[in-house]
């Protein structure tokens, strides 16, 4: 209920989620060792992930992210927030 908070939990959320996404590759990485997986799935999501990672480091460059104001922070902690789960969506289309 705090509004301050919601910054450094969105941050939190981000974080959590970006890191459980690599843990599904690896896990789709291990499995396909002994069993037929779907390459195609892994390929997917990994690829994804990939340009979501590369957008974020271009931002994170271009605008110099040491030097972020608070403001600026919160700003693209949203935009990288809130591309991840676009980009979580999308995977998951892409997988159908």
């Given amino acids: 209920t705090d509004e301050n908070k919601v910054h450094a939990y969105a941050k939190a959320q981000y974080i959590d989620l970006f890191a459980m996404l690599q843990e599904v590759a690896k896990a789709y990485e291990f499995l396909a060792k002994f069993k037929k997986a779907p390459l195609k799935a892994l390929d997917i999501l990994v690829t994804n992930l990939n340009e979501h990672s ?3 480091n271009e931002i994170m460059d271009e605008t110099n992210y ?24 999308e995977t998951i289309e892409e997988m159908k």
Avoid: A, I, S
């Fill in 66 to 89: 040491k030097t972020w104001t608070k403001l600026q922070d919160e700003h693209y902690t949203g935009v990288f927030y809130y591309d991840l789960h676009k980009t979580v969506e």
């Fill in 54 to 56: 590369e957008m974020v």
